[in-house]
């Protein structure tokens, strides 16, 4: 591998657990706050965390 691959995948790596800290903030913020377990919010976040993971590993089988 090049730096520039070792660059590519530390960005998307980065940009993952960001996208992973938002959403869990979301979700403990939105149940702390609201209660609202069964709201369309937490579903969506919920299939977005899945969605991240499947890409997750996608990235780790490419490289």
């Given at each position: 591998?090049?730096?520039?691959?070792?660059?590519?995948?530390?960005?998307?790596?980065?940009?993952?657990?960001?996208?992973?800290?938002?959403?869990?903030?979301t979700l403990a913020t939105e149940y702390i706050e609201?209660?609202?377990?069964?709201s369309s919010l937490v579903k969506y976040s919920l299939?977005?965390?899945?969605?991240?993971?499947?890409?997750?590993?996608?990235?780790?089988?490419?490289?």
């Open positions: 591998m090049n730096n520039t691959n070792i660059e590519n995948v530390i960005l998307k790596f980065a940009i993952l657990l960001v996208l992973v800290y938002n959403i869990f903030r609201l209660r609202l377990v069964n299939f977005c965390i899945v969605v991240l993971f499947k890409y997750n590993i996608r990235i780790k089988v490419a490289v």
